[in-house]
């Protein structure tokens, strides 16, 4: 009998605990829903003096880059060239990686790379490229447009290329 009690005890315990735990957690969960609140609320009124600062710092950079390029009497293309730059690939991505700058070795190709070779100036991949090549084939033939002495020639330079 004593021994029922004791785990009724520990079971109203328990069950006590557990709901105040959720209280907790309650409080918790409120109280970061203020902070966020509080938070956001603070961006969004300084909003645009964070603006105006990022576009102030952007354009100190970019003016002491110009004035030091004047300084050193070099274009873009030979400050890009310096030595501090050497061997290494600068790209830079205003919209598409929303104003990211990349400067890594020689050895990672640079994806709109002027100087770099044919196969990093694709937008599709060769094999998509190769598939559609095949079934236009296939359609002149079927639609006796070319002949198989024709439709054989070309099929062997796609398989080439």
């Known amino acids: 009998m004593a021994l029922k009690k004791k785990e009724k005890e520990e079971g109203h315990l328990k069950s006590i605990l557990m709901a105040y735990f959720i209280l907790v957690l309650h409080v918790v969960l409120i109280a ?9 609320r603070g961006i969004i009124n300084y909003m645009i003096w964070i603006f105006i600062g990022g576009t102030a710092a952007i354009v100190a ?9 004047k300084m050193e009497g070099k274009t873009l293309r030979e400050m890009l060239n310096s030595h501090r730059f050497g061997g290494r690939t600068v790209e ?12 890594s070795s020689s050895s990672d190709p640079a994806a709109l790379d002027s100087a770099s070779s044919e196969q990093f ?4 991949d060769p094999d998509v490229i190769h598939n559609r090549e095949f079934s236009e084939l296939v359609r002149l033939l079927e639609n006796n447009l070319i002949t198989l002495d024709e439709y054989n020639k070309l099929k062997e330079q796609i398989l080439k290329s």
């Open 92 to 103: 830079v991505n205003l919209l598409g990686g929303l104003a990211s700058l990349k400067i």
């Open 61 to 69: 950079s970019a003016y002491h880059f110009y004035k030091r390029m």
């Open 32 to 40: 970061g829903l203020v902070l966020l609140v509080i938070f956001f």
């Open 121 to 124: 100036k694709q937008l599709e």
